[in-house]
Every structure is written in C-alpha cells, then in structure tokens.
C-alpha cells in the first residue's frame, strides 16, 4: 500500500506563504489523484484541491482558496506540493493529502488513504 507523508506545515502570519509536501512511498496511478485537504478548528472537513480526472478539466480549488492555492508536482521526487499564498487565519487547520475521488451519488470530493497530516496556523 502507497503511503503518503505530509509536512511543510508551520505559523505563519496573515499574508505569508507556505509550502506543503506530500510524498508518496511509490508512483502508481493513483499518485495523479493525490489531492489535498483539511479540517478547520471547530468544522468539518473541507476539499481544498483535488486533480481532474481527465485531462481537458482544470484542478478543483474550493472558493475558499481559489486564486491564492495551487498543487503542484515532482514527479521525480513522488512529491506532491500545496503551495499557498495570502494565508488567512481561517486557512489555519490541519492539512492531509489524499486520493482524491468524486463521490458518484453526492458528487462531494473524497480522499481515500491520507497520511499523519501537517499543522497550518495563521496569525492575525
């Protein structure tokens, strides 16, 4: 089974920029799903990006940080970045990467198999 690995996380103020890692312990397939997301303090997990299924579709970016988020990869690294920007404190979280799937019957973004998870906090 693939593991994945998080980290890049820290404190942070409003404005700054961080970038999280995800790495994988091998490429298969599935490595081209690993999407990202997290859970708020005191809110339900919330999709932040997760990667088209096919190739004539853009990346999907919750509104919450489209325009300010972006994935990207080093494939010969089996990394998977989150590079963030603009940080808010309600971007603070614990952040995960993941599989990332449509759910067919709630059309809802899923993550199937993540990893221990990296800590974002934001200062106001």
């Not at 998080?6 to 999280?20: D, F, I, P, T």
């Not at 309600?90 to 221990?116: A, H, K, L």
Request: hydrophobic fraction near 25%.
């Amino acid at each position: 089974q693939v593991q994945l690995v998080e980290s890049g996380g820290g404190l942070v103020q409003a404005g700054g920029s961080l970038r999280l890692s995800c790495v994988a312990s091998e490429t298969t397939l599935d490595y081209y799903r690993i999407g990202w997301f997290r859970h708020n303090p005191g809110k339900y997990r919330e999709a932040v990006s997760c990667p088209s299924s096919s190739s004539d579709s853009n990346t999907y970016y919750s509104d919450s940080v489209k325009g300010r988020f972006a994935i990207s990869r080093d494939n010969a690294k089996n990394t998977v970045y989150l590079e963030m920007n603009s940080l808010k404190p309600e971007d603070t979280g614990v952040y995960y990467c993941g599989f990332c799937r449509i759910d067919p019957g709630s059309g809802e973004y899923e993550y199937d198999q993540w990893g221990q998870g990296t800590q974002v906090i934001v200062s106001s």
